[in-house]
């Protein structure tokens, strides 16, 4: 809407509010009476009337408007359209002017001279319509292509083997067997 030049207003007012909720219980209430008047019990009947019904309502309660100008403006001769009614999401580029997008990846389709891009800069991305992607900078379109993904380069060189089970030495600690000395002293402060 902003790049359109459209200002949104909300009705966040409690008086605005009120104003559009009394509208429907004049209307819920008016219509009712209305159909029991006029001996309406079906859905289609009340379909039929409801032209009529709004009409006289309209022709009791309307008011005129303050200024008669029309509130719509003309369109640009720059502005395209496809270009605004899209879905936008940010993305990443990464080296060689890629991103990725809905998995999968693509690139500028013609190097461009105006503009430079470096990797790691975040971009608008705009999706059409019609299902076409470009990238969106500073008012200008760059359109995208799909590419393939450059292969990563497997490293040359041998892989680790798995190490080999360590054993311990003969003379390790828990190889080696308690000397008879040892042991008797042991049961003997032991057993005290």
């Not at 209430?29 to 019990?41: K, P």
């Not at 019609?130 to 990238?135: A, E, I, K």
């Not at 080696?176 to 057993?191: A, E, G, K, P, Q």
Request: with cysteine; net charge positive; aromatic share 8%.
């Amino acid at each position: 809407m902003a790049e359109l030049g459209i200002e949104h207003i909300k009705a966040v007012t409690p008086q605005a509010k009120g104003r559009v909720e009394r509208l429907w219980v004049t209307l819920q209430d008016r219509l009712v009476i209305e159909f029991r008047l006029l001996g309406i019990t079906t859905l289609e009947a009340a379909n039929a009337a409801l032209p009529q019904l709004i009409q006289k309502h309209n022709a009791q309660f309307a008011v005129d408007p303050r200024s008669n100008d029309t509130a719509y403006m003309t369109l640009k001769d720059d502005t395209n359209l496809e270009h605004i009614f899209t879905i936008r999401e940010y993305r990443t580029l990464g080296t060689g002017h890629t991103l990725s997008y809905g998995g999968i990846t693509y690139t500028f389709v013609a190097p461009h001279t105006s503009q430079r891009f470096d990797a790691k800069t975040t971009v608008e991305v705009r999706e059409t319509l019609t299902g076409s992607l470009f990238v969106w900078h500073h008012g200008q379109a760059f359109p995208l292509k799909k590419t393939e993904r450059p292969a990563r380069k497997q490293k040359q060189g041998k892989e680790a083997s798995p190490a080999s089970p360590r054993k311990p030495a003969n003379d390790h600690l828990w190889k080696t067997t308690y000397d008879n000395v040892i042991s008797i002293f042991l049961m003997r402060h032991l057993c005290i």
